[in-house]
């Protein structure tokens, strides 16, 4: 299902470009477009959701894919738990400044992250 005029819908569907990093039959990986860390890449998945304050336990299962592509990104990128490790992060809303309204959570990495929730 692909929302009209969805940004990210058009980058899963191919009709806008994206650098990939990872693909699975639910969810959709790129790098950022603007990153915030060497490793900065934004996890999605391929069914529009807004959200992830709409997210109701249906969604259960993709969530966990979610969850295993921001792994799969995160290891191959080098950043393998227990040596290393990421920041993942799901904005909602304006005060998160959350600027595209399609589910996505942020993968960032590849250096050690300064203030614990990335407010500072
Ligand atoms: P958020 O602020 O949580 O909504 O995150 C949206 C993210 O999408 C930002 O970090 C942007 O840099 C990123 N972004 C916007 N447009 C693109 C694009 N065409 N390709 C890759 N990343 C994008
Ligand atoms: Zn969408």
Not at 41 to 67: Q, W
Not at 93 to 113: I, K, Q, R, T
Request: hydrophobic letters at 45%; a negative charge.
């Amino acid at each position: 299902m692909t929302a009209e005029n969805c940004l990210f819908c058009k980058i899963v569907a191919g009709d806008l470009p994206s650098e990939s990093v990872f693909e699975s039959e639910t969810t959709f990986a790129f790098k950022d477009i603007n990153p915030a860390a060497p490793l900065h890449v934004l996890v999605v998945p391929r069914r529009h959701i807004e959200d992830a304050s709409v997210v109701t336990a249906a969604d259960g299962p993709v969530l966990a894919d979610m969850l295993m592509a921001a792994r799969a990104v995160a290891d191959a990128a080098g950043l393998a738990t227990p040596q290393r490790g990421y920041r993942l992060i799901f904005n909602i809303g304006p005060d998160s400044m959350n600027s595209v309204p399609h589910l996505h959570l942020h993968v960032l990495g590849g250096e050690p992250l300064k203030g614990h929730f990335g407010i500072a």
